[in-house]
């Protein structure tokens, strides 16, 4: 149980493209969904928190209309780079958690963007 | 400045043996701590929570412990595998709904 599927699992496009990265909650409703964002050998960073029907919240320093954030459902939160640029590459991973109380967090197996 | 450092970046070991990871944090005050493995190209894969007010928890081969006067878990993979070999993270749960996660500890157990 609990699993989250995220898509698409790798993508390269052109530096301008915007690119979307879904993340779905397939056998729990998801009350939160995280995004991260990982680089090579490097730890995972919280770039979002968000929660189903409200303004996804943002760490400092992660820019908000860069990375757009919608969490219409308790099973789907997407992520969309505007305007990519060769710097937003990197290993996107999404989480998420059920319920209430102390949660472990459930992750998807990540989204490789290369911007060209 | 807060950080949540581990162990070396890579650590070896033996077949059979114990391995030990350390997960020491500064400038938190968690309220849970986790920890996961994460293989190359892959999500992280929950392990193990415990709370603060909690010293010890044991899931099969593995044991985490929690010292919040020195900040630090300690992660211990008794009877280690080659299966076992994966990136280790701890994070830090700061409010049920904060996550912060360490540097990883790459673990290469070898047959």
């Known amino acids: 149980g609990a699993v989250v599927s995220q898509h698409p699992s790798w993508v390269i496009c052109k530096s301008g493209t915007s690119v979307k990265i879904e993340c779905r909650s397939l056998?729990?409703?998801?009350?939160?969904m995280f995004w991260y964002r990982q680089f090579p050998k490097q730890s995972l960073m919280l770039m979002a928190t968000s929660n189903e029907g409200s303004k996804a919240t943002y760490e400092q320093g992660v820019e908000k209309d860069k990375f757009l954030i919608n969490h219409a459902s308790l099973t789907l939160s997407t992520l969309t780079v505007t305007s990519a640029h060769p710097e937003d590459s990197s290993f996107y991973i999404c989480?998420?958690?059920?319920?209430?109380?102390?949660?472990?967090?459930?992750f998807g197996d990540g989204t490789r963007l290369s911007i060209l | 400045s807060q950080k949540i450092e581990q162990n070396s970046e890579a650590l070896n070991i033996q077949e059979g043996k114990t391995a030990t990871l350390t997960c020491n944090y500064t400038n938190y005050s968690p309220a849970y701590l986790q920890w996961y493995r994460q293989d190359p190209g892959r999500g992280p894969v929950f392990l193990l929570l415990i709370r603060e007010n909690e010293k010890e928890k044991r899931k099969e081969r593995l044991k985490v412990t929690f010292d919040t006067t020195l900040k630090q878990s300690l992660f211990h993979i008794t009877a280690s595998q080659p299966a076992d070999s994966a990136t280790y993270l701890c994070a830090l749960d700061i409010s049920g709904n904060q996550f912060y996660f360490g540097t990883g500890t790459s673990l290469t157990v070898i047959p």
């Open positions: 056998d729990f409703q998801a009350t939160t």
């Open positions: 989480s998420a958690t059920q319920g209430g109380g102390v949660q472990p967090q459930h």
